[in-house]
């Protein structure tokens, strides 16, 4: 079972940036799925975006394509994800996720489910005023 830990959340005006991270500890395998995900105050959890960290392929959501990007240190076992030119539309809580199971094409084809996930963070919240 792998826990993570998100931070780096915080209160940011529009066109701003943030760095969110997400700390992995227990049991990883050489390679798995990785992804963040949003929240908005009544509306679904979406996918944000992912990488396969045994590769390190990125996949991203349309409305953040240029924006966010996802990285990872592998050393540290975190992934970050940098956000700019924030738009309030971007306020949520803000969620890593880990896959147990899959390789890159099961990463690329599924990233957006939450059910693909087996391991949640407990959130971070981000909020961008206009």
């Known amino acids: 079972q792998v826990q993570l830990v998100e931070s780096g959340g915080g209160s940011v005006q529009a066109g701003g940036s943030l760095r969110l991270s997400c700390a992995a500890s227990?049991?990883?395998?050489?390679?798995?799925?990785m992804g963040w995900f949003r929240q908005a105050a009544g509306k679904e959890r979406e996918a944000v975006a992912a990488?396969?960290?045994?590769?390190?392929?990125?996949f991203y959501a349309a409305n953040v394509w240029g924006r966010f990007i996802i990285s990872q240190d592998n050393a540290k076992n975190t992934m970050f994800l940098q956000m700019n030119s924030l738009k309030p539309e971007d306020t949520a809580m803000y969620y890593c996720a880990g896959a147990a199971a899959g390789g890159l094409a099961s990463c690329g084809g599924t990233w957006r489910q939450t059910s693909y996930y087996g391991s949640w963070g407990q959130g971070t919240q981000v909020t961008v005023s206009s």
């Open positions: 227990g049991h990883m395998a050489s390679g798995n799925c």
């Open positions: 990488m396969y960290t045994g590769l390190g392929n990125t």
